[in-house]
């Protein structure tokens, strides 16, 4: 593979600096180098500088490379977006319709409908047609800008579907581009024949579906929908702490609907991320920011249910480092637009076109742990890299509701563009 020269970028939107999530006021430094270059070999990011510096390094070897000249724009690191649905069988549009009529949304799922209706689609799906239908959503996903997605089961509901659905993954970061970090989620909903014996379930995933998922390494975080109705806080620490024992980090679902306790339990158990999180209560948000918990917001869910967006600006006035996602799923969030995302966490949440940038970069990374090569444009991460058509960071939130990407490379490769 030839070596790739970004040069003469507008604005190189680095997000250089501490390799973590960037907490509260330390989310707005973007690291811009003006006039910037990147030279990108072997896969890996090899220089950072302005473009007279990689001029000095890198003109004997210029001919070598694939040289993209890059004036007027803005270039940044490839856009991580931490928590997706992505691998999923069938379609929910008649749901949207439903809503739209006044049904809500946990009307339908107590009905039989929602993610029963996906996991029922899914259990019909075969492994191919899984890994068909997720990787055609991937190329959206690289058409607007991502370049690594997290992945979660949790439309079998019963473990042999819940391993398809991983093995569908796994497959996927064999032959597409885009990395996917899995995520199991057994406990996604109750399904329809465990009503009433809920516990029995909870056992379920604990005693029948963990050791498996752990065994076969097809997962590296364990998720839960913390919800009224849905799985107690009481029985989300049980899954929580069970996923921990087989060396799975906890991730949550956490007060999408109501006020439940789930942003203080993602505090107990040490969650990495707390997610959702539009009815976290105060003393929940000072629970996660005291333990480090990173919120990862999904503005567009909120938009498409009609409810209000989280109060991202009170969790980084708290201090607490936001990651923001699509929640790319059939029945809340069916995007894959992370520009979108981007621009309604400004919208909707009040957060600043800087911090809107580093929560889809380097705290996106870090959610999912993959900040020791994604999130930023650093010597030796990979070269995950993407051009836009504008000038600005500014304007790629401002100009809203368009996809602005030019080029994408992921690992060095054009795969965009
Ligand atoms: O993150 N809230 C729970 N799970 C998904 C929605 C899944 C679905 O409706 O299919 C979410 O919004
Ligand atoms: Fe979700």
Redesign the pocket.
């Known amino acids: 593979m030839k070596p790739v020269w970004i040069k003469h970028a507008k604005e190189l939107a680095t997000i250089s600096g501490e390799n973590g999530p960037r907490k509260g006021k330390d989310m707005s430094n973007l690291s811009i180098i003006e006039d910037g270059s990147v030279w990108i070999e072997d896969g890996k990011i090899a220089a950072v500088g302005t473009t007279e510096e990689l001029e000095k390094q890198y003109a004997s070897r210029a001919n070598e490379a694939d040289i993209v000249d890059a004036t007027g724009r803005l270039v940044t690191p490839g856009l991580v977006d931490p928590h997706t ?1 992505i691998v999923y069988g069938g379609s929910r549009e008649k749901e949207f319709e439903m809503r739209l009529e006044g049904a809500t949304y946990m009307d339908i799922m107590n009905a039989g409908g ?2 029963h209706a ?1 996991s029922r689609m899914t259990r019909e799906a075969t492994e191919d047609e899984l890994v068909e239908q997720a990787s055609r959503r991937l190329d959206s996903f690289a058409k607007h800008g991502v370049t690594t997605v997290e992945g979660k089961s949790g439309y079998g509901l019963d473990l042999e579907t819940e391993l398809k659905q991983l093995r569908a993954a796994k497959r996927l970061n064999e032959q597409h581009a885009l990395e996917i970090v899995p995520t199991f989620m057994g406990a ?1 909903a109750v399904p329809r024949e465990y009503k009433g014996n809920e516990d029995a379930f909870v056992d379920l995933v604990i005693d029948e579906m963990l050791p498996v998922v752990a065994e076969e390494k097809l997962a590296v975080f364990n998720d839960v ?1 913390c919800e009224k109705d849905v799985f107690t806080p009481e029985q989300s620490e049980r899954i929580l702490e069970a996923g921990k024992k087989h060396g799975l980090t906890p991730k949550i ?1 956490a007060d ?1 609907i109501a006020s439940y306790g789930g942003a203080e339990l993602a505090a107990k158990v040490g969650a990495i991320s707390a ?2 999180l539009l009815k976290a209560s105060d003393q929940g948000i000072e629970d996660m920011a005291k333990a480090g918990v990173i919120a990862c917001l ?1 503005p567009a ?1 909120a938009l498409f249910l009609r409810e209000e967006a989280a109060k991202g600006r009170q969790m980084i006035d708290s201090g607490m480092a936001v990651a923001i996602s699509t ?1 790319c ?5 069916p995007t894959t637009s992370m520009p979108l995302v981007m621009n309604l966490a400004c919208i909707s949440m009040r957060m600043t076109p800087a911090e809107a940038l580093v929560a889809a970069t380097i705290n996106a990374a870090s959610a999912i742990k993959v900040e020791d090569r994604a999130g930023s444009l650093e010597v030796g991460k990979q070269g995950d890299v993407v051009m836009w058509d504008i000038g600005s960071y500014q304007e790629l939130q401002y100009l809203f509701g368009v996809n602005h990407v030019d080029k994408v490379w992921k690992k060095g490769q054009l795969i965009v563009g």
């Open positions: 649905h929602g993610i996906t996604h929908f679902h999408e997610e959702h999904l869910t929640d799923n059939p029945g809340s969030s």
